[in-house]
């Protein structure tokens, strides 16, 4: 955060789809929205699963909405480091501000690797 504090993220990434994009595509697009252009992975053959949630709306309180979400598992191959080389790294997100005229903005994501659920058995 601005103020040198850390807040924790403890849920999948994840992003909303565009029209016509592929789930694979999207979940590419996703590790690089989030960890960089240089970030690249590889999506585990055989992982891709779906889920579909019924409830309300977030964006529209009180409307009814069916959510798919679609999952994939995936190995990091280049640009990040690996578990084990370092504990936690950074990334940075540049973009611009829509208040004060269109002023450069830089987000500094901290990241530490975890283990899946599957792992710590």
Do not use: Q
């Not at 994009?21 to 699963?49: C, F, H, K, M, T």
């Not at 909405?65 to 084990?84: I, K």
């Amino acid at each position: 955060m601005s103020d040198g504090s850390l807040r924790r993220r403890e849920r999948f990434l994840s992003e909303k789809m565009k029209p016509g994009e592929r789930p694979e595509d999207a979940a590419v697009r996703a590790v690089r929205e989030e960890l960089g252009n240089e970030a690249v992975v590889r999506l585990i053959d055989g992982s891709y699963r779906t889920r579909v949630e019924e409830r309300e709306s977030a964006s529209y309180p009180g409307l009814p909405a069916c959510y798919v979400m679609h999952f994939f598992d995936a190995r990091a191959v280049e640009g990040l480091p690996l578990p084990g080389e370092k504990e936690e790294f950074w990334t940075e997100e540049v973009g611009e501000s829509e208040v004060e005229g269109k002023a450069l903005t830089v987000k500094r994501h901290c990241w530490k690797w975890v283990l899946a659920d599957c792992d710590r058995a």
